[in-house]
T-cell receptor, first 112, second 115 residues
C-alpha cells in the first residue's frame, strides 16, 4: 500500500533554532517528492521538489534531502523565524495525478 | 497570492441545502483539482480535470458533483451533505495533469461546515 508517514506530528522550537522534519514513504514506483508549506488558513505552497537522482536541494533556509534507497526524505530548517510556523507536508508521486500521496504533515510552531 | 482564488472562503450549510464552491485560476494552466482536507488527515484528491475533461474521480460520493466549464474555472456542487463532509476544500491548478513535476498551485480553500 502506498503510504507517506511524517514525523513528528508536531514540533515546538525557539526562534533561531534549527529543526529537521522527517518523511518516510512506501510509494512505488517512486517518481518524485515535494515538500509543501501550509500556513494557517491558506493553501499549501511548494518549497522544493526532489527527483530520484537528487540527494539534496536548498531553497533559502530550507534544505531537503532524499535517500531513495531507504525511502526517506527530510526537510531541515535553519535559523528558524516566527514566519516558519506552519504545517509542512511531504507529498510523493508514483507518476500520475491519481498516484500522488500526501502525508499528514508536521505542525511546526516557532516560539519567540 | 498564488493566482488561484476560491469563493466563498467560509460556508455553513444544512444537510438539505444545495450550494456550490467556485474556483478560478489566473495562471493559464490546463489542469485543475479538488481536494478535501480534514483535520489531522492527509489531503484527499477528489477530482482532476485536464482541459475541461475529468480524468480522475477518486470514489467520491455522488453528493459532490464537479463542473469544469473551461480551463480557468472549476465548480464543486454540493447537495444533501453529511456532517462528516465538514472540511477545508482546496482547489489547485497545474500546467498539466500528471505527477509532481507539474507544481500544483493551491487556492486558500473554502471552510465548509455542515450542520
Amino acid at each position: 500500500k502506498n503510504q507517506v508517514e511524517q514525523s513528528p506530528q508536531s514540533l515546538i522550537i525557539l526562534e533561531g533554532k534549527n529543526c529537521t522534519l522527517q518523511c518516510n514513504y512506501t510509494v512505488s514506483p517512486f517518481s518524485n517528492l515535494r515538500w509543501y508549506k501550509q500556513d494557517t488558513g491558506r493553501g499549501p505552497v511548494s518549497l522544493t521538489i526532489m527527483t530520484f537522482s537528487e540527494n539534496t536541494k536548498s531553497n533559502g533556509r530550507y534544505t531537503a534531502t532524499l535517500d531513495a534507497d531507504t525511502k526517506q526524505s527530510s526537510l531541515h530548517i535553519t535559523a528558524s523565524q516566527l514566519s516558519d510556523s506552519a504545517s509542512y507536508i511531504c507529498v510523493v508521486s508514483a507518476g500520475s495525478a491519481s498516484k500522488i500521496i500526501f502525508g499528514s504533515g508536521t505542525r511546526l510552531s516557532i516560539r519567540p | 497570492e498564488t493566482g488561484v482564488t476560491q469563493t466563498p472562503r467560509h460556508l455553513v450549510m444544512g444537510m438539505t441545502n444545495k450550494k456550490s464552491l467556485k474556483c478560478e485560476q489566473h495562471l493559464g494552466h490546463n489542469a485543475m483539482y479538488w481536494y478535501k482536507q480534514s483535520a489531522k488527515k492527509p489531503l484527499e484528491l477528489m477530482f482532476v480535470y485536464s482541459l475541461e475533461e475529468r480524468v480522475e474521480n477518486n470514489s467520491v460520493p455522488s453528493r459532490f458533483s464537479p463542473e469544469c466549464p473551461n480551463s480557468s474555472h472549476l465548480f464543486l456542487h454540493l447537495h444533501t451533505l453529511q456532517p462528516e463532509d465538514s472540511a477545508l476544500y482546496l482547489c489547485a491548478s497545474s500546467q498539466e495533469a500528471g505527477d509532481l513535476l507539474y507544481e500544483q498551485y493551491f487556492g486558500p480553500g473554502t471552510r465548509l461546515t455542515v450542520t
